[in-house]
């Protein structure tokens, strides 16, 4: 069990740049998550995957953002003309069925 | 609309103090999931525990407990005899509605601070 890995763990990017992360599950993992971490907050639900389906996404998930599970195994994320309210953690977490969710070290995003 | 209260911001103990972080939670579903989540200066959530709604039974692991009081809608948890390697936020979370642990609402978070 080598656990959630993501890249980068820290992005920095100017405003309206776009940017991708990755998130590689625990194998044998069938669902994926996306959550965003802000400041002082908990983390917030964003996008949930069942094998390559995504089965909810978040209204915080506007239609600059966009995640793909091409093959049921890794995950993207990508945010389009970045603003600086994307400035966050974003974390990926996965999971067997409904067993508890194991996260990543999170990706931190910083848009000057 | 589910919605989880961590009153407590911030706390500062001492070693080998026991401390209490409490969680309060709102919910208009009948089963339900409830979790406590720690998350270290490295930033990875580490699970720590899972209760189903229907379960109401405290649970003990090691220096750690959870007391689940569905009468007052709170999952409180506890740290005996707390070491510095607590020192960590810790999140309560609520899971999603029909029981599925996907759709998670984190509270705020509770700084706990252990010194030597």
């Known amino acids: 069990d080598t656990g959630v890995s993501q890249d980068p763990r820290h992005k920095i990017t100017k405003r309206g740049q776009n940017v991708t992360f990755r998130c590689d599950p625990i194998s044998e993992h069938n669902r994926l998550y996306w959550y965003r971490q802000t400041l002082g907050q908990g983390p917030e639900f964003l996008t949930y995957?069942?094998?390559?389906?995504?089965?909810?996404k978040s209204r915080l998930l506007s239609d600059r953002f966009s995640a793909e599970r091409p093959k049921g195994s890794f995950s993207t994320l990508e945010i389009q003309r970045t603003e600086q309210g994307d400035s966050a953690m974003y974390l990926c977490a996965s999971s067997i069925e409904n067993s508890p969710l194991h996260f990543g070290n999170g990706t931190r995003l910083t848009v000057t | 609309a589910q919605k989880v209260t961590q009153a407590q911001t911030e706390i500062s103990v001492v070693e080998k103090e026991d401390v209490t972080l409490d969680c309060v939670y709102e919910t208009r579903d009948t089963t339900y999931y409830l979790f406590w989540y720690k998350q270290p200066p490295s930033g990875e959530l580490v699970f720590l525990i899972r209760?189903?709604?229907?379960?109401?039974q405290n649970e003990i692991s090691g220096r750690y407990s959870w007391n689940f009081q569905k009468s007052t809608s709170s999952f409180n948890f506890t740290i005996t005899a707390s070491q510095v390697v607590d020192s960590a936020v810790y999140f309560c979370?609520?899971?999603?509605?029909?029981?599925?642990?996907?759709?998670?609402?984190f509270g705020k978070g509770t700084l706990l601070t252990v010194n030597p």
């Open positions: 209760r189903n709604s229907f379960d109401e």
């Open positions: 995957f069942q094998n390559e389906a995504q089965l909810e």
């Open positions: 979370a609520l899971g999603g509605s029909g029981g599925s642990n996907y759709k998670l609402t």
